[in-house]
T-cell receptor, first 115, second 108 residues
Framework: KAGVTQTPRYLIKTRGQQVTLSCSPISGHRSVSWYQQTPGQGLQFLFEYFSETQRNKGNFPGRFSGRQFSNSRSEMNVSTLELGDSALYLC??????????????FGPGTRLTVL | KNEVEQSPQNLTAQEGEFITINCSYSVGISALHWLQQHPGGGIVSLFMLSSGKKKHGRLIATINIQEKHSSLHITASHPRDSAVYICAVVGGAQKLVFGQGTRLTINP
């Protein structure tokens, strides 16, 4: 089976812009979780989607949003970008929801740089 | 104080040495994950455990729920084991909370 794919792999934006990142899970996986990784804060949970519904959300401002499509592909959007949003954004898929209690398979990440 | 603390933060060892990375947490959990992240960012899930001990090849993970502590051991370490190892716990509402990671370097 193909692994989790994320596009684009690298992205450069300027402050105030918005960005959309895409994640395609492993075939058959219905849960997609998103994470932000920065040198200062490490890995942090953003949100989890299962069957097109957001099932869980981390402590991030409303500028961070996401959605999941009927084929389980997911997108996350960050509006009004700030310098502090520069990070590696990782998505992970798993078979079932409550992905914390299931093995997760991570994508390669999208490295976002905000100038 | 972070909910998940790993030690050491950095570890350098010679090939063949026995490696131990520790993870302590302060919240009630339903499971704990050990992850491996290589340079470039890719993360691989090594173990998910809620009790006892698991072994995969040269890797062993243990957890003591009463003491809120887990360890990851690597036997006969090899330079290809060089990576960042991350502990993550499943806390309230099934959210993953991550440790800061342990950077392991194995010299030949």
């Amino acid at each position: 089976k193909a692994g989790v794919t994320q596009t684009p792999r690298y992205l450069i934006k300027t402050r105030g812009q918005q960005v959309t990142l895409s994640c395609s899970p492993i075939s058959g996986h219905r849960s997609v979780s998103w994470y932000q990784q920065t040198p200062g804060q490490g890995l942090q949970f953003l949100f989890e989607y299962f069957s097109e519904t957001q099932r869980n959300k981390g402590n991030f401002p409303g500028r961070f949003s996401g959605r999941q499509f009927s084929n389980s592909r997911s997108e996350m959007n960050v509006s009004t970008l700030e310098l502090g949003d520069s990070a590696l954004y990782l998505c992970a898929s798993s078979l079932a929801w409550a992905s914390g209690s299931n093995t997760q398979y991570f994508g390669p990440g999208t490295r976002l740089t905000v100038l | 104080k972070n909910e998940v603390e790993q030690s050491p933060q950095n570890l350098t060892a010679q090939e063949g040495e026995f490696i131990t990375i520790n993870c302590s947490y302060s919240v009630g959990i339903s499971a704990l994950h050990w992850l491996q992240q290589h340079p470039g960012g890719g993360i691989v899930s090594l173990f998910m455990l809620s009790s006892g001990k698991k072994k995969h090849g040269r890797l062993i993970a243990t957890i003591n729920i009463q003491e809120k502590h887990s360890s990851l051991h690597i036997t006969a370490s090899h330079p290809r084991d060089s990576a960042v190892y991350i502990c993550a716990v499943v806390g309230g509402a099934q959210k993953l909370v991550f440790g800061q990671g342990t950077r392991l370097t194995i010299n030949p």
